[in-house]
């Protein structure tokens, strides 16, 4: 993250767009499905045909309010209007979107920094198809061809706008790593940024601390979150070094290039598109009313800063490391893994760090691990029947395969070893290495790890660490 | 001439589908190169439904209330794999992936649908002169226009070629046409018939309606034709209504109010066939009494900012990308521009234009906000007039069928041929247009009558008095 020149603030507001993980289109009854053959899921009513209409999704209704529910919105009878421009992915030539009467205004969204972000509004609207431009520059201007796929036309989308609010581009990644968690939470969305269910514009502008807004560009289609915070570090620099510069602000829409690690102009405020909304009068006016919003709130999941505050209090005194754990653990949705841990009587220390490390690490997922199996996995690693390193393999094979822990450790040869032949072994060790030996019982405790790091390769990992200490201390 | 409930009636009976319908193939090729009423004639759909019509019949059972009835379509009306062209170029060539939801259902009851019919382009219109393939004639007398935007429709059915038709009413495209045809026309409440298939002029105006020669017809096709439908939005959903057992019901007791607003600037023959419709339902055991309603008299003004702004972005999606027609250019933009530039006719475009001014940033609140105001203020001023009135009555249209080219010059002499039917669209409201009296040169003089939403059973009841007392058992 760099900073911004001393007395310099940056004032940052983001626009999420997520498409709703509905089944079928906001409109329609074709199916809501990314990575499908192009133009398979169309009908005329998402290819606009002339004299088709427009019939309202209501599980896109259910999503969105729950959206707003998450922020804290006032949800309030709301209506559709027409956004009206020409761009050949968008069938009809306007996109059905909210207006002057959004379902979802205000609200707020608590970050797990402490901070809050203001939320003006969650409205509903349509996503365009899809161009591509084949041949020549392969951008819009200058392709020898252009094709559309109209399987996007019609996906439902809420665009979520927060205030003004955002200080800072961590603090701008914090909100839509917090909102993406909240979209999964509540079922609306995936989350995948990179699938572009997830969009994020954002608006960017500099004042010196305590001054008046300054004028802000709008930088469009962020689509990672190291996008986001990579361009709004960049263009609040840009707009500081410009007005050092001498240079004044003027408010456009930007452009951002990975590549190149910059913004560049995409069209200036003058060139702005009059969109000349009206009521959508194709539409009825959308009226949740107590019963149906009811509904919703019944079946809404507890949001991740809630899940992160019952996690947290099962750790007894959490340090740094243990609060970042439990960020990941809730960023995942793998809490109940800790939950039925601690329940069956284990180590929330224990359970967490397992959770945190080995299964957030999996690549293939954990729908083999059962909650029962990872709790007597960590219990066995608690009470030395497994070492650390063997209750890893033993997760690695359930996080694969599934299975028992137990018949899993026996197969691996983990049985717990004898009393006598860590006694043994540790006399043999000992034997081999007198020097160091000698400098341990003088009061080197750091030589226990030697000895223990040599118990564990002559064992190949199955001598419990405490047993080996144990024997250590006594022969002091 | 057979009626519909005829036709349908010895089809039940037995009499062939197949045979009415070459019948009206042969009325048609006789007569369509003089009127120019059909833009396409579809004689193998019709057979196959004639057809399946006869088959239904023979198996013993009932094949509907519009059994074997040959029927014309507006052009604005999406039929499956049949060429739909609004009469534009624009959708040259274009022949729908899916029927309207009336199509469905005229075929459900029975009915033969023979072809599509001429219209003003995109309904956009008073005479069947702004369409793209010529002007309509009306089959009273050639020199003239038989009104529009639905002139097609009307004069199918005025000249026999078919014995219904459906059109399209956003401003009186049903009423205007049917008075200047000597016809029956309908206007239906705003939702009580589906959209879907329709191609939107103005949505919030546009409702599908029938033509017929006589009042009981209509009512049957209108009967046919209503009822919700899951895929409009807008479509009403209390269940429909029950029309053709009500057409006999009479005016006993009912109030009517003659509406001022209604019959001012009329041509005197026409406000002289308005006045004895007056004393014949007055005659029949109505209230009458006179009413003013001056908002309507915004109508117009506020119609001719609704309507194009509705238009302005309804027209957008025809840009060349995905069907009809294409003009190619250098790049999209352009290819856009070329297409509309040479595939929209003039009124198509000044509507367009009108609309996009209308709700233009800076603009939208003076004119398009305005309208919307007026919109309310109608809307109020006919719910207080149906408080104190079951029934309004007045003209259809200020005059009878006028000649060819006298209004093609004054863009506002012809959108005064609406000014009666206007208010209706506004507030969604029902009117039927029926022939009474003739007037300047023994042609037909349509008077109108209005309702609540919802009331067209009581509207037909008032239309066949006023039929009956015309000498039309």
């Known amino acids: ?476 | 001439m057979k009626t519909a409930r005829d036709i349908a009636k010895n089809v039940n009976n037995g009499s062939s589908a197949t045979l009415e319908l070459e019948e009206t193939l042969v009325r048609i090729k006789e007569q369509n190169d003089e009127l120019n009423v059909f833009l396409y004639v579809d004689e193998q759909g019709a057979r196959a439904a004639a057809q399946r019509v006869d088959e239904i019949v023979a198996r013993g059972e009932n094949a509907g209330p519009l059994a074997g009835v040959p029927i014309a379509l507006k052009d604005n009306l999406c039929t499956v794999d049949v060429p739909t062209t609004c009469a534009s170029k624009i959708l040259d060539g274009w022949r729908p992936p899916y029927s309207a939801t009336v199509v469905e259902k005229i075929l459900a009851a029975g009915a033969v649908p023979v072809g599509k019919t001429n219209l003003d382009e995109f309904a956009m219109g008073s005479s069947t002169e702004n369409s793209a393939f010529g002007p309509t004639r009306n089959p009273l007398d050639p020199s003239r226009v038989p009104g529009g935007s639905s002139g097609g429709s009307a004069a199918a059915v005025a000249s026999q070629m078919t014995t219904l038709s459906l059109g399209s009413d956003t401003g009186g495209s049903i009423r205007q046409p049917a008075a200047l045809c000597g016809i029956v026309g309908v206007k239906p409440t705003y939702g009580l018939v589906s959209r879907y298939g329709l191609v939107a002029f103005a949505s919030s105006l546009d409702q599908i309606g029938p033509f017929a020669s006589n009042v009981t017809d209509a009512a049957t096709l209108l009967e046919a034709v209503a009822g919700h439908d899951s895929r409009d939005s807008t479509s009403l959903v209390e269940p429909s209504p029950s029309l053709v057992a009500h057409v006999e019901d009479g005016v006993k007791g009912r109030r009517v109010a003659l509406v001022r607003e209604l019959v001012d600037g009329a041509d005197e023959d026409v406000v002289e066939s308005v006045m004895k419709a007056v004393e014949t339902l007055r005659a029949a055991g109505a209230t009458i009494f006179e009413l003013s309603i001056p908002e309507l008299r915004l109508g117009l003004s506020a119609y001719y900012l609704i309507a194009p702004a509705e238009a302005s972005s309804n027209l957008a999606r025809f840009d060349g990308v995905r069907y009809g027609l294409r003009v190619d250019a250098d790049d999209v933009a352009a290819m856009n521009e070329a297409t509309r530039t040479a595939g929209f006719g003039k009124e198509v475009k000044r509507r367009i234009m009108l609309g996009t001014y209308a709700l233009s940033a800076g603009y939208y609140d003076a004119y398009y906000g305005q309208a919307l105001k007026v919109r309310t203020m109608t809307i109020e001023a006919f719910k207080r007039a149906y408080q104190q009135a079951d029934l309004l009555i007045g003209a259809t249209t200020p005059s009878v069928a006028f000649a060819f080219g006298s209004k093609t010059n004054d863009p506002m002499a012809m959108y005064l041929s609406d000014v009666f039917t206007i208010p209706t669209n506004l507030s969604g409201d029902a009117a039927i247009s029926v022939p009474f009296g003739t007037g300047e040169a023994d042609l037909p003089v349509g008077v109108q009558l209005l309702g609540p939403g919802r009331s067209e059973a009581s509207l037909f009841s008032a239309a066949r008095v006023l039929e009956r007392a015309d000498g039309r058992e």
Not at chain 1, 162 to 182: C, H, K, M, T, V
């Open chain 1, 1 to 476: 993250m760099s900073e911004l020149p001393r007395g310099w603030e940056m004032v940052v507001g983001l626009e999420v767009h997520t498409e709703l993980r509905t089944a079928t289109k906001m409109f329609c009854g074709c199916a809501n499905s990314f990575g499908d053959e192009p133009n398979t899921n169309i009908c005329p009513v998402c290819l606009g045909l002339p004299g088709s209409l427009p019939v309202l999704n209501e599980h896109a209704v259910d999503l969105a309010m729950a959206i707003g529910m998450a922020l804290h919105s006032t949800i309030a009878p709301s209506t559709f209007h027409r956004k009206n421009y020409f761009y050949p992915d968008m069938p009809k030539d306007f996109q059905i979107s909210q207006y002057d009467l959004p379902i979802n205004s205000g609200g707020h969204l608590d970050l797990p920094d402490g901070t809050t972000v203001s939320i003006e509004r969650a409205h509903m609207e349509e996503d365009t198809g899809k161009t591509t431009h084949l041949g020549g520059t392969g951008r819009i201007h200058g392709a020898d061809r252009s094709l559309v796929d109209y399987n996007r036309s019609g996906v439902p989308l809420v665009e979520i706008v927060s205030g003004p609010d955002i200080r800072s581009s961590e603090q701008a990644r914090l909100y839509a790593s917090e909102l993406r968690g909240i979209l999964i939470a509540t079922g609306a969305s995936d989350g995948r940024m990179e699938e572009g269910s997830m969009r994020i514009d954002a608006n960017v502008s500099v004042r010196k601390a305590g001054a008046p807004f300054g004028t802000r560009c709008e930088i469009k289609n962020l689509n990672s979150l190291r996008s986001l915070q990579r361009a709004i570090d960049y263009e609040a620099l840009r707009q500081v070094e410009l007005i050092e510069g001498g240079g004044v602000v003027r408010q456009e829409t930007r452009h951002w290039d990975e590549d190149l690690g910059a913004t560049s102009t995409m069209r200036s405020k003058e060139e702005a598109e009059d969109y000349r909304y009206f009521r959508e009068p194709d539409l009825v006016d959308l009226i949740p009313d107590d019963a149906w919003q009811e509904r919703v709130r019944v079946n809404l999941p507890a949001m991740p800063a809630e899940r992160r505050t019952a996690l947290l209090e099962r750790i007894v005194d959490p340090a740094p490391a243990q609060r970042d754990a439990v960020i990941v653990v809730i960023d995942l949705g793998l809490e109940s893994f800790v939950h039925a841990a601690v329940d069956a009587g284990a180590d929330p220390n224990i359970a967490l760090s397992r959770v945190a490390n080995e299964i957030a690490a999996s690549t293939t997922g954990h729908q083999n691990l059962s909650l029962e199996a990872f709790s007597r996995t960590v219990l066995m690693e608690q009470r030395g029947q497994l070492s650390s390193t063997q209750a890893k393999t033993v997760l690695g094979e359930l996080l694969e395969h599934g299975g028992d822990p137990v018949a899993i450790a026996a197969a691996k040869g983990f049985e717990q070893m004898s009393a006598d032949s860590v006694v043994t072994m540790v006399e043999g060790l000992l034997e081999q290495h007198p020097d160091e030996w000698q400098r341990y019982r003088e009061g080197d405790d750091k030589l226990a790890q030697f000895f223990i790091g040599l118990a564990m390769k002559a064992t190949k990992g199955q001598a419990n660490g405490k047993d080996v200490i144990a024997e250590l201390q006594a022969r002091r």
